[in-house]
């Protein structure tokens, strides 16, 4: 296996960039030591294995704290950014016919928001609209010209994968309180690096549940939240909108089969009970990053990755690595941005072929 994987990308030199998230061999030895623990445990059955269920509870409300949620909000883990995506997604489509709403639903996503609501659409046979962008983010004026009726979700991002810039997530939440649409914040990348960054003092905008139009955000814990792969996590500002999102299939000879994502069995992950823990050296390494220098974080010093934050005219979270010249900012001066993050670049570097996915799987 070792030969074989002679002609990998050689990750532990952090030159992955948005394959592998490396914080260092001493949050790794954690992971890989407690995801062997529970790794023949199963998640479809959590009152066989009550202890999954537990620390699958402690990841979800470390989230929602990071978050800002407010009482009474809930949660779940899943695979990936794309499942975390998709169930809200289904979520969103369940509540509008739970309010009597029927028809062809569409979606209004700004042209900068991850292809994973594309594949959600297509599942559910619902129609995408990509409104233009504005200096690089997501434009509220261009998303309301194209919702009307039939439109179920509009999307920002914390960050966008292809820039690494935060949408105006308060103006979104502001329209979809007026429109009464459900707004879901893609923060795959950002939603377990943002809250760090803002912790020690860097000016971020608002991407969160203190937005009070946000009804979901889903967030990666196999990124910045240095877990294993695969594991992401969905969250509702309540547990009414949370209600929509579980499958309840049958009748069946055995029941019914309640599961809270499609998947049936789950991976037991003991890794998951580490990451909501204060004593998790992942949290400790997210937030020395964050403190570190001028307010843009030091890389790994475990030879990884590091979380980037820079600024030229604009703050962006983006991933190192992936980075162009001028450190991976967007260049957003006089409000004309000129370079991006450009991942199929990077991937082709190290003789990878790019992986339109890579960003919520």
């Known amino acids: 296996m070792r030969t074989r994987a002679a002609h990998d990308v050689n990750w532990r030199e952090g030159k992955s960039a948005i394959y592998v ?59 990936g950014g794309t499942d975390s995506i998709v169930m809200a997604m289904k979520a969103a489509r369940d509540y509008a016919r739970a309010q009597g709403r029927g028809g062809a639903f569409n979606i209004v996503i700004p042209a900068s928001a991850h292809p994973a609501f594309d594949k959600g659409a297509m599942l559910m046979d619902i129609e995408v609209r990509r409104a233009a962008l504005k200096d690089y983010l997501a434009d509220p004026a261009a998303i309301e010209a194209a919702m009307d009726a039939q439109t179920i979700l509009i999307v920002g991002s914390a960050p966008c994968f292809p820039y690494g810039l935060i949408d105006p997530i308060e103006a979104l939440s502001a329209l979809a309180l007026r429109k009464g649409a459900w707004l879901h914040v893609d923060a795959c990348v950002g939603g377990y690096l943002a809250p760090f960054v803002r912790m020690n003092g860097a000016d971020l905008p608002v991407f969160d549940f203190s937005a009070p139009g946000v009804s979901s955000i889903s967030g990666d814990l196999h990124k910045y939240g240095y877990a294993s792969k695969g594991a992401s996590t969905v969250f509702f500002r309540s547990e009414a909108l949370k209600a929509h999102m579980p499958f309840d299939a049958g009748p069946w000879p055995l029941g019914r089969m309640i599961t809270p994502t499609l998947a049936g069995t789950r991976p037991g992950r003991g890794d998951r009970g580490g990451v909501g823990g204060d004593e998790f050296p992942g949290r400790r390494r997210l937030s020395r990053q964050a403190e570190d220098g001028d307010g843009r974080p030091r890389g790994d010093r475990g030879g990884g990755e590091g979380a980037g934050l820079c600024r030229a005219g604009r703050a962006a979270l983006g991933h190192p690595g992936v980075q162009s010249s001028q450190g991976g900012c967007v260049r957003a001066a006089g409000g004309a941005a000129s370079e991006g993050l450009d991942y199929r670049r990077a991937a082709g570097a190290q003789g990878a072929a790019p992986d339109a996915d890579a960003g919520a799987s």
Do not use: C, H, I, W
């Open 21 to 79: 998230f490396n914080a260092g061999d001493d949050v790794g030895a954690v992971k890989k030591a407690a995801y062997a623990m529970f790794s023949e445990e199963n998640g479809l059955g959590p009152a066989a294995f009550p202890s999954l269920a537990q620390m699958e509870r402690e990841v979800v409300d470390f989230g929602l704290s990071l978050l800002n949620a407010p009482d009474g909000a809930a949660g779940a883990m899943t695979s």
